[in-house]
């Protein structure tokens, strides 16, 4: 059985010696009837934390982050530095303003000190020192592609001594990137509420469960079929999609557990007889299908297909397209909120890879989104979901007026969740719902613009220490009295990956999009600068 052996307090690095582990704990089996009735006990416990905890600021409390991208293995080897994703949710640490919260963050492998400096020297009105005695740094030291919270349930000693930093169970959850059994069977053996969607209650997180959801909502859908399941399926769905629509250039495939589209595919249907349709796409397809994920090939993909399942549908024409989104959240009380919409950028081949997003959406449809999004997430609620949602759209313009066609639902944080929650912490603001807006204290709004894939390979070789030099000496960091400036995040992708996320805070979207282009215009010059190091340690590299 593997194990860590040491418990980070702070940044201090400071040891706790650590009691013989002994089975002592007499803990349902996974999956269990008996673990889903614990399971759902612990979470009537949310209930009264949300009740008496969440808005009293003073309230003692403690949050337990497990920042796992429980995901298939198939799809995080896809995603470029995938194993410092788990730095995203990294904003919990704004948590620590509340004078009274302890925050217990674990990852695979231990977060550069730099790291967790810049972002505590971020905490508006809080001594650095007082929030790193209230924060507990936990690390696997392990850097396997698995999900972090599989490598946590094998590690019964990291699992006592989370337990064992926890003050008080009663005023503790945990929260998490997204929920599958894999987090029910930690919560259980936390002992804590899991503040996130119930596993059971997950398929309206797939592009099948979505796509019945928004029929039920009464949101249009782009035409397709859902519960696609095999190479036949497949065929059967697109030859049906070009019979009814012979003028059909392009259809979309879908794998129903892809994240930020790369378990996407476009299938080119043109040039398609009229006659004999599904022998030709049977013929075809292997051909045709292009995957937006760099490094897939038609039998892996046909293979997920198959264990996964997923959806197929048209692909949506429009001169005037965008991709907008509503984030929305139901309470363990039951209630539906809207928190955010954004305008997505996307990448990638044909368009379908999430890169970035802008706040607030565009004002034009905005409010449509907004109620779309209501809608949805009552629908969800009546599931008995409970936690963060997002709906992501296509929308095309058609003369005066925008059409908008529900494509996705995700039950879990996601590109656009942590921007938004580190602009709420960094500037007490709140959303405006009747404007789609953000308001901060003093009055005003703000916007701004993030992305997740700020990629040079220039940057290679740039250290945190670097990247905070670079941000100060050109007057690129945030300030708390402006509330504007720049908030960065995947910091230790930077050096290996060249990779890097980039949160833009002004006061309006343009502005927002002038401090990006301006940020990455710096980072891009000072990497040049570096470049001749680089090029004279080539030397070593051909020599070696």
Known sequence: MRDSDVLQVGSLGLHHPVEPFSRSLDLP??????????????????????????????APRCVVVVPSLSISADLLAKISGVQYYEERMLFALMLLRLPRTRLIYVTSQAIAPSIIDYYLNLLPGVPMNHARARLTLLSCFDTAPEPLTLKILERPRLIRRIRDAIPDPASCHLTVFNATKLERTLAVRLGIPLYACDPGHCRAGTKSGSREVFREAGIAVPPGFENVHSVDDIVDALAELKTRDPALQKAVVKLDEGVSGEGNAVVDLSNAPRTGVRDWVASELPKRIRFEASGESWPTFSAQMSRMGGVVETWVEGKNKRSPSMQGRITPLGEVAVVSTHDQVLGGPNGQVFLGCSFPADEAYRLEIQEAGRLIGDILCDQGVTGRFGVDFISVKEADTWRHLAIEINLRKGGTTHPFLMLQFLTDGHFDIRTGLYQHPSGGSLAYYASDNVVNPLYRGFTPADLTDIAVNHRLHFNSATRQGVVFHLIGALSEFGKLGVLCISDTAENAWQLYRDTVEVLDREALAQEEARSYCSVFRERA
């Open 29 to 58: 089996p996974p999956m269990s009837p008996e673990e889903k009735e614990v399971f759902r006990k612990l979470q009537a416990q949310l209930k009264t934390q949300f009740r008496d905890i969440f808005p009293n600021p003073r």
